[in-house]
């Protein structure tokens, strides 16, 4: 693996870099802790150098420790860090412009920060996750999710510390409109079972059958496929459209290692490292490139894409208020 690596990522001579470390913050790998310390000493062979990678919880944990610790920061680089945390980022001006070279090989549906600060490494829809044993009749609208028959039955994150809840938010605003959204979660709010802080905590809910349905990536299923030799997970979209959760990489602005980090940056987009996400990561690449198996074929896809329904601008001046709003409606 570190030959591919080598041939198709040192086309030059190796460069020479500030640091023969990199410093890395890198949110959770959501159903394969070992996949970033694996992956990560790929990269240490490839440029002789040692990652020195520092895992979260969620995204937005680690992007309030870097803007806690400020320049002071030993982080380079940020991986991990979504397109829900966007405007928090640019706020907070945590990142330098770069623009890989390899970018040109990355869907520019899944591109959500146009100055490439922030540049995408995988994504997933948004969906609800259900056990195909346990419930036959999973909502497929909006709408349906707001049906008695669902009451306590579904799993969501809180928007206030988890990307996906966040992601849900954002999914509702932009569907049913600033008027519309609080209508749609007071009709769920009888139907929700557990708000939790995070996916992991959400799944081992979901999988311990305490709840037979929760908000999840679409893709999820397919780990059960591949390593539980099981398809009874199922996921489905709602009819009036999905939304992307896009995992992407950052450079720090504070970083003493930019030509290492750029090169971090590099291979994270490669067509070798790219081609883990769907086996390892359980996500879809962004590289076109990439091949995908059958079950990914097979995955529900969205009639109708809100994830750049919202503006930045939008978000960053009205997002403090539709949490608040979302705050008094699900919590008292």
Known sequence: MIFIFSCSLKKEA?????SEELNVYASEVLLNEDFLEESMSLFEG???CKVNLQIFVTAQAMVEQTIAEKDSTKADVLFGIDNTLLYLALKESLF?????????????EVIFDKTNHIIPVSYSDLGIIYNSR????APVTFG??????????????????????????????????????????????ENIFAITESFDEAYNMFLAAEAPLMLGYVTTPIFHIKKDNTDKYKSTI???????????????RSTKNQKLAEQFVEFLLSEEFQELIPLEMWMFPVNKNIKLSTEYKLLPEPKRDFTKELSLRTIQWRYKSWIKKWEMIMLK
């Not at 709602?238 to 720090?252: A, Y």
């Open 134 to 137: 346990n419930i036959s009749n």
């Open 96 to 108: 330098v412009e770069y623009e890989p070279k390899n970018l040109k090989y990355v869907n520019k």
């Open 14 to 18: 190796t460069p020479t870099f500030e």
């Open 238 to 252: 709602p009819q009036e459209g999905g939304f992307k959760l896009i995992k992407g990489v950052g450079i720090l």
């Open 46 to 48: 490839i440029f002789n």
């Open 144 to 189: 349906e999710m707001q049906d008695g028959k669902f009451k306590n039955q579904i799993i969501i994150m809180d928007p206030r510390k988890s990307s996906l809840g966040r992601a849900m938010l954002f999914w509702s605003i932009a569907a049913f409109g600033e008027h519309g959204y609080g209508h749609f979660w007071r009709s769920i709010k």
